[in-house]
């Protein structure tokens, strides 16, 4: 099914397939809203303990992911400021907190798409595209941003607020040190105990636990971030490159060329 038009502002896209239930809320940052697995909540849903647009469902992070230390970074020998939205710093991107159009959808799956400002928010432009699908007890989500007519940095990723897990099963191989502003610096080296608000290298899946039940995490991406200080929620964000990666790790796109990432959930 095409979606000519984009949904009103706050309605909800609902997809279920087997023990699954999805509300995709594109006007709020094409985020998903709610995930239910068998009728259980997984997300932090909205509420007055949780408005701010970065504090709950899953959302997308684009086109960068995580702090950007003060805003500022330097591509192609100028020096570029974003808005601050996090004290002094640029976090997650600007995609979280723009509507989204539905390009298509059917009862198991949404596409939905983004042009990017190409204003003070975000000089570059460009378009970020995302698809959400259902098969069972399995959610695989997709996330891309590509460059309009200008080179640009890009990194993407998802940040899932999930309901606080009984365990978290976590075996990362690095994790990147954090500077007194704790925004995290190079080179990576050996993980620490928690909690954490931390950056790892990971290529391992990541595993909370709930009573019997059991969510397997699995993505391409080798940057993980684990944010498991709140006593609510443990967020488990699988992103493209590290927090402040335009000035740690900068990876930038080609006119026209395309960044993409997958995320997989399953249930066990």
């Known amino acids: 099914m095409l979606a000519s038009d984009p949904l009103p502002p706050g309605a909800l896209l609902t997809l279920a397939d087997g023990a699954l239930e999805v509300e995709v ?22 509420g007055p303990a949780h408005a701010a647009a970065i504090a709950w469902g899953c959302f997308p992070m684009a086109p960068w992911a995580g702090r950007l230390r003060g805003g500022r970074f330097a591509f192609e020998g100028r020096e570029y400021r ?40 975000w000089p570059f432009g460009g378009v970020c595209r995302q698809r959400i699908e259902l098969a069972g007890e399995r959610l695989e989500l997709r996330l891309s941003v590509t460059a309009g007519a200008r080179a640009m940095p890009a990194a993407i990723g998802w940040h899932p607020w999930f309901l606080k897990p009984d365990r978290l099963e976590f075996a990362p191989d690095r994790m990147y040190p954090r500077d007194a502003l704790g925004i995290a610096v190079g080179p990576p080296g050996e993980p620490k105990p928690g909690p954490w608000d ?27 971030v684990v944010f498991d200080e709140p006593a609510h929620s443990t967020c488990v964000e699988p992103q493209t490159g590290p927090p402040d990666a335009f000035n740690l790790e900068p990876a930038p796109l080609a006119p026209g060329a395309t960044r993409t990432a997958w995320f997989r959930l399953e249930w066990r």
């Open 25 to 46: 809320a594109p006007g709020a940052g094409g985020r998903i809203a709610q995930i239910r697995h068998r009728g259980e909540a997984q997300l932090v849903g909205h």
């Open 82 to 121: 974003l808005p601050a939205n996090l004290g002094e710093h640029a976090i997650h991107g600007a995609a979280f907190v723009l509507p989204w159009r539905v390009e298509a959808h059917s009862p198991r799956h949404a596409e939905l798409s983004l042009r990017l400002p190409e204003d003070a928010r």
């Open 198 to 224: 931390d950056c790892f290298v990971n290529q391992r899946p990541v595993v909370l636990h709930r009573g019997a039940r059991r969510l397997r995490l699995t993505s391409d991406c080798t940057r993980w």
